[in-house]
């Protein structure tokens, strides 16, 4: 019920605007592309998280195949911020180019788009559709395969064509027509794809990323590729990905560079994990792959509860139920001794018209006790039928006012909390500690005001933590996986090193 209950919320809970930029290119032949953004909604951020959450065996991307499948020198590629979660940018595939919005991911290797053949998965229909029949370049494989995504499933056949990434045309790169997309969240999202930057080891079907086509027919003057993310959601730019070099306007200082440990993905070594200039003990043998394609900072359990604890996070039912308790317990314990039908919507909480009752498209029990609640969708108007279905069941107990809030408050941090989404007060937010990552020797450091990300919804302001629990199985003398998301690229300009399998982290500028 938890589950079905925040996902409705978020999913209902949204808003967006977006701005047009137009497209600029310099005579170096260094292009930048023109970029949409988009205000932070609940239904987006969901979407964004999701998508990427698919750490379910070693690390994330667990990607097979079907069994029966057998300077001028740098292109520069403005990115959009998906509602401050998600960065994307355009590429164009066939001869004339077919344009789509994707993802640029260093956590996964394959490229994939919808296509023409998408017929009967309702997410196609919402984004563009590559079709062969348009492109003179087009050569047919037809092999089949499948890409899991954890909550997001693509179904499909390899093709191959022309791909257009900036000035940029990589000739004869093998991507994904996905015939189907296997989850409602990808109608959902405001990208088309995904395009894999990470390395051939985990490609499905082993098929060479586009990035590696790049280097190997000589497009790049260095085999390097950098990602500076803008985190203002009103800037204009929303940020750049540099293939063949690094722009030195978006970093300060120089970069810090460590080995990758583990081709595949982008992992290198963790060395420690601080909250408030301490160490938390919870990192021995710690490693962090580096996702551009993930939004959040995941970890262990137990390092992960440490900050959150720490900035007093708790699960968005939890909170709006203790606020309505605070704010309206005893108005409510009045109310309710008086009778007044629809009490939620007396007193403001709850928008019902005069023939309007309770959504049914939420129940909940409360407390094991038999009898079921219907809970509305808005967080606030649920939190306030919580309160009144607890606190009447109480009251015909007998019992005093001040045990009943004292209760029900209780009651309020047992509310279950199935997303890794935990919300804290805003106004909390300047006396929280410093997070701190311990990466080449070097502290990487992270304020609240870059770790907690602000949801805008009905000019009301949202706060979440930027940290989730996530515990991957690993093998001894591993220890724990971290991923560092876009909260941690954002504040840290990152170059990836394929030529010296390293990759560098410098203070964004």
């Keep these: 019920m938890g589950d079905k209950f925040v996902l409705l919320v978020m999913c209902l809970l949204t808003s967006t605007f977006s701005m047009s930029v137009a497209i600029t290119s310099s005579s170096n032949g260094v292009v930048r592309l023109g970029l949409k953004k988009q205000s932070l909604g609940f239904n987006s951020l969901y979407a964004a998280t999701r998508i990427k959450g698919r750490y379910s065996t070693y690390a994330k991307g667990a990607v097979t195949t079907t069994q029966d499948s057998d300077d001028s020198e740098m292109n520069i590629i403005s990115l959009k911020n998906y509602l401050d979660v998600q960065y994307f940018g355009e590429i164009g595939i066939g001869s004339p180019p077919q344009n789509f919005t994707v993802i640029f991911d260093t956590g996964s290797s394959n490229l994939w788009i919808p296509s023409s053949h998408c017929h009967f998965s309702v997410a196609c229909f919402f984004h563009s559709r590559y079709n062969s029949s ?10 089949p395969c499948k890409i899991n995504y954890g909550s997001g499933m693509i179904l499909g056949f390899f093709s191959e064509d022309n791909i257009k990434v900036g000035d940029l045309v990589v000739k004869n ?30 490609s499905v079907g082993n098929v060479a990323p586009l990035w590696h086509s790049m280097m190997q027919q000589s497009l790049v003057a260095q085999k390097v ?28 200082g120089q970069h810090t560079y ?12 963790l060395e420690d994990f601080l909250v408030a200039d301490q160490s938390t003990g919870c990192c021995i043998n710690c490693t962090a ?8 900072i995941a970890g262990p359990f137990d390092a992960v509860k440490k900050i959150n604890d720490a900035i007093e996070a708790k699960g968005f039912v939890s909170m709006e139920c203790k606020k309505a308790v605070s704010q309206y317990g005893d108005l409510i314990w009045q109310l309710l001794l008086s009778g007044p039908d629809k009490l939620c919507s007396s007193i403001g909480l709850c928008s019902f018209n005069g023939t309007q009752h309770l959504s049914d498209s ?14 509305g969708q808005d967080l606030v108007c649920a939190a306030c039928e919580l309160t009144v279905a607890w606190m009447r069941t109480e009251m015909m107990q007998k019992k005093t006012r001040g045990k009943v809030i004292e209760y029900v408050n209780k009651l309020c941090d047992t509310l279950p909390n199935p997303t890794t989404q935990l919300a804290v007060d805003c106004t909390k937010i300047p006396s929280m500690p410093t997070v701190s990552f311990v990466i080449g020797n070097k502290s990487f450091h992270l304020t609240p005001g870059q770790y907690i990300l602000k949801v805008e919804q009905d000019m009301a302001t949202f706060c979440i933590s930027g940290f989730i629990p996530l515990d991957v199985p690993v093998s001894p003398p591993q220890g724990p996986l971290w991923i560092l998301g876009e909260i941690f690229m954002e ?18 500028a």
Excluded: C
């Design 362 to 375: 939420i129940k909940m029990v409360v407390e094991q006790k038999g009898e079921t609640h219907n809970v």
């Design 134 to 143: 348009n492109s003179s370049t087009y050569t047919e494989i037809g092999k």
């Design 258 to 269: 460590v080995p990758v440990t583990q081709k595949g993905y982008w992992q290198i070594d």
């Design 173 to 202: 790169q093998v991507f994904t027509e996905a015939t189907r997309e296997g989850s409602v969240v990808l109608s959902l999202a405001s990208f088309d794809g995904i395009l894999g930057l990470g390395f051939q080891d985990v």
């Design 289 to 296: 792959i580096v996702d551009s394609g993930t939004a959040f």
């Design 491 to 508: 504040a840290y300009h990152t170059v990836f090193d394929f030529g010296n399998l390293r990759v560098g982290f410098a203070e964004a």
């Design 225 to 252: 590729f950098s990602f500076w993310f803008n985190k203002d959601p009103m800037a204009s730019e929303g940020g750049e990905l540099v293939f063949g070099g690094v722009d030195p306007k978006h970093f300060k």
